[in-house]
Nanobody, 125 residues
Framework: QVHLVESGGGLVQAGGSQRLSCASS????????MGWFRQAPGNKREFVAV???????NYPDSVKGRFTISRDNGRNTVYLQMNSLKPEDTGVYYC???????????????????WGQGTQVTVSS
């Protein structure tokens, strides 16, 4: 079992920045693809960013150029740097993990095995 704990959420003004962190309990963290998803009230959980175990990244068009995912294998942590935030970025942000060595990236919720409890991000206009 892998436990994921997100942190760094809160209230930010539109145009501002915020960095989320996700700490993993996995002993072989470097072998996991790590993803970020978000869910606004009444909406489905949607893909935000992913980083493969080898460092390949992928983003949807809605956040491309504004969000950056990175990982620190020495700290068992994945980060999501969010810049130029918009009110529509508001939601609960979830970290997810899937055991997968190599460059494969995953963008669907069903492809992940482990999830964190989520952290709220609210962007005010």
């Amino acid at each position: 079992q892998v436990h994921l704990v997100e942190s760094g959420g809160g209230l930010v003004q539109a145009g501002g920045s915020q960095r989320l962190s996700c700490a993993s309990s996995a002993r072989t963290f470097s072998a996991y693809a790590m993803g970020w998803f978000r869910q606004a009230p009444g909406n489905k959980r949607e893909f935000v960013a992913v980083i493969s175990s080898s460092g390949t990244t992928n983003y949807p068009d809605s956040v491309k150029g504004r969000f950056t995912i990175s990982r620190d294998n020495g700290r068992n942590t994945v980060y999501l740097q969010m810049n130029s935030l918009k009110p529509e970025d508001t939601g609960v942000y979830y970290c997810a993990a899937r055991y997968s060595r190599g460059s494969s990236v995953y963008t669907s919720t069903g492809e992940y095995d482990y999830w964190g409890q989520g952290t709220q991000v609210t962007v005010s206009s």
